[in-house]
């Protein structure tokens, strides 16, 4: 705002030069005599030049305070979208693309923090530098003011038709740019099955069709702002014409002084400045205003699963007891999963789940750490409604290894630690023993602190599995959940596993997910679920001697047993 000064101060210089031009060579000015020295000449110039020196100074603080503080918002941001995406249950994950939320992450936050910045600076100084500008305008003149300025409402209303047209176009360029992250996420993750098949040429192909989308959709939005920028400027343009024809002929007139239209000019060129600012700042609010609903749609999710008002708080740790009761679930979209099932398992027992593809098992095991949830008063642990007890709690005290384990692009050592703030060497490697994995580490150049690929893909598929189970043994749960957890490991390094499993099985509560009878045949219990229903229960011999569902599948393993032996 202090440049507001150096117009006044080029009104006074030239002014006072024009009264001493007259008062020397005009013979018909009747005024005192006056002369402008050198000396003034040059007070008035380093004056200006102060002026813009210490405008330059307050910039500096302005930018460096409000891009500080811009930079904060956006940290703050950031850390509460990603502890929202935390809280959200895993079934929403189910039908959302990471690409997309990436985008939501990055670029869309990155476009806020843009309004919060350069837009928020730019219109508190555009609206005060113009309203100060205008007060001192019209204090010189202000019919002369009041013309010059008339083309400026024909720029509020183009400026309200850009901002609508550009917010169309910035939601459907930012979804095409999820779009796009989404196809990239998918090919670097599933890069080895484009390669086994040959398809590289057909997923570029396909890339650059959502490339070219991308390109066609920004190509919109620049044709719309080629054309309007040119009137942010042509416009301004007719003003100064205004104010050069007539403030010329007011000058003649003797209205106002030679300075005064100078100053007027200086003005006038000033508020060009604010007019282009004006499209800088509407194009990146409304480039916010639309990366701002994708984040608060995100926001607006609810978590489904969560610690609800019956929560009872004083619960801080668990025993292991399992029990479900008249237990029936179904998909979101309605699909029965599992049908009244009734089951108990104590605490310490090992209880196995046997049954084909599709049969429930995951699910089943899935609604014990509320991954998925089921109805209240039909699944509980130590004979407490598995929704009165927090979250933190029960998930803390269950270890789960899957079929496919996910590992992090990380040290070895934390990948394995990974439930745990700390946790010393010794501990490390028990767990790593226990799951057969300890020989091998100490193969590896780095042992411990091997960096994984992404998930852990630089390892094969026995070792990631195995170095989840460590991770899940580490913590000590009270339920440890083996979901196929041996599936990628030969049947003599399961064996091994499950020996050294025994001990630390006897004082919790296990459940085996198999499709190999040599995986389940020692539990204490085995039930087999055939399309959501418990068909079978009991132990491996007497489920033999029922000759029923399991009796079938191992008679078919053993026969192949056979069949391979030869």
Known sequence: MILLISPMILQTVVDELEHAWRSAYDATFEGPAFTVSHGRILFFALLIFGVAFFAGILRFIQRHTIQG???????????????????????????????DLMTRATSDL???????????????DATVFFGLALVIMLRIDASLTLVALLPYPVLAVLIRFLGKRLHAHYEGIQEAVSVMNTKVQENLSGVRVVKAYTLEASEIEHFQEL?????????????????????????PGISGLVLVWMGGLHVIQGKISLGDFFALSAYLMMLVRPMITLGFIVNTF?????????IQAILDEKPEIFDDEQVKWGIKDIEGEIEFRNLNFAYPDGTPVLKNINLKVERGMTLAIVGGTGSGKSTLVNLIPRIRQAERGTVFVDGVDIQDIPLNVLRSNIGVVEQEPFLFSDYLRNNITYGLETADDEEVKDAAHTADLLAQIEEFPDGLETILGE??????????QRSALARAI??????????????NVDTQTEDTILSRLAEIMKNRTTILISHRISTVKDADQIIVLNDGSIVETGTHQQLVEQNGIYAGIYETQLLQEELEAF
């Open 286 to 294: 409304e480039r916010g205003a639309a990366s701002m609903e994708r």
């Open 211 to 235: 490339n070219q989308e991308f390109v066609n959709r920004n190509h919109r939005q620049i044709r719309l702002m080629t054309f309007f920028f040119p009137l942010f400027r042509f416009l």
């Open 455 to 464: 998930r852990g893909m630089t390892i094969s598929g026995g070792q990631r």
């Open 474 to 487: 580490i913590i000590k749960p009270k339920i440890l959940i083996l979901d196929d957890a041996f599936a």
């Open 110 to 124: 990155n476009a806020i923090r843009m309004v919060l910045s350069s837009a928020v600076m730019y219109t508190a």
């Open 69 to 99: 503080v811009a930079r904060q918002m956006e940290f703050h941001l950031r850390a509460d979208f990603f502890l929202h995406l935390q809280k959200l249950s895993a079934a929403y994950y189910d039908n959302v693309r990471t690409g």
